[in-house]
T-cell receptor
Framework: GQQLNQSPQSMFIQEGEDVSMNCTSS?????WLWYKQDPGEGPVLLIA?????ELTSNGRLTAQFGITRKDSFLNISASIPSDVGIYFC???????????FGTGTRLKVLA | EPEVTQTPSHQVTQMGQEVILRCVPI?????FYWYRQILGQKVEFLVS????????KSEIFDDQFSVERPDGSNFTLKIRSTKLEDSAMYFC??????????FGSGTQLSVL
């Protein structure tokens, strides 16, 4: 089946540093979503990407939809302690309503 | 801001018992989903529902599972005879146009 692999699996950074994480697939997707999940909570939507090559920002977050439609990355600038959590990508291909979730990147920010 | 509401937040049940997990999707949304997340793992798709019928389901969603939209506002997931391996966090999600999915806070199901 379709799989989305995220890297890195986890990362520890200092407060104020920039963060970059990515998501790759062997399949083409038409839409990418990026979510953040806090412990015991549901995923919260951060950014939605609909077009190959699209670069979208939401505050300190920037995400890009890869040209090949098989990857996406998420950048967080000037990290703060509340950025701690697990970040998931999710991809949707054409002709389907479902989203497949990636393996997640666990982010820890050291103050 | 509108949100997806799930009840209960925690459910403990004995193996073999039936459970019903409830969700109230965002009111103008038309697409509904159930996902589950086993502790420490990724979020897994179970089923999508549109126009009062299942549109897709995963291999996890076997005959023990069913979904219903009984009254135009609630969306339920029923597990007929729970197994130990059904223990997980179950998330409901809804979408206006099958693009952006908005998730509830989940129901933690523990099967003993």
């Amino acid at each position: 089946g379709q799989q989305l692999n995220q890297s890195p699996q986890s990362m520890f950074i200092q407060e104020g540093e920039d963060v970059s994480m990515n998501c790759t697939s062997s399949s083409i997707f038409n839409t990418w979503l990026w979510y953040k999940q806090d412990p015991g909570e549901g995923p919260v939507l951060l950014i939605a990407l609909y077009k190959a090559g699209e670069l979208t920002s939401n505050g300190r977050l920037t995400a890009q939809f890869g040209i090949t439609r098989k990857d996406s990355f998420l950048n967080i600038s000037a990290s703060i302690p509340s950025d701690v959590g697990i970040y998931f990508c999710a991809g949707q291909d054409s002709g389907t309503y479902k989203y497949i979730f990636g393996t997640g990147t666990r982010l820890k920010v050291l103050a | 801001e509108p949100e997806v509401t799930q009840t209960p937040s925690h459910q403990v049940t004995q193996m073999g018992q039936e459970v019903i997990l409830r969700c109230v999707p965002i009111s103008n949304h038309l697409y509904f989903y159930w996902y589950r997340q086993i502790l420490g793992q990724k979020v897994e798709f179970l089923v999508s529902f549109y126009n009062n019928e299942i549109s897709e389901k995963s291999e996890i969603f076997d005959d023990q599972f069913s979904v219903e939209r009984p009254d135009g506002s609630n969306f339920t997931l029923k597990i007929r005879s729970t197994k130990l391996e059904d223990s997980a966090m179950y998330f409901c999600a809804s979408s206006e146009g099958a693009e952006k999915l908005f998730f509830g806070s989940g129901t933690q199901l523990s099967v003993l």
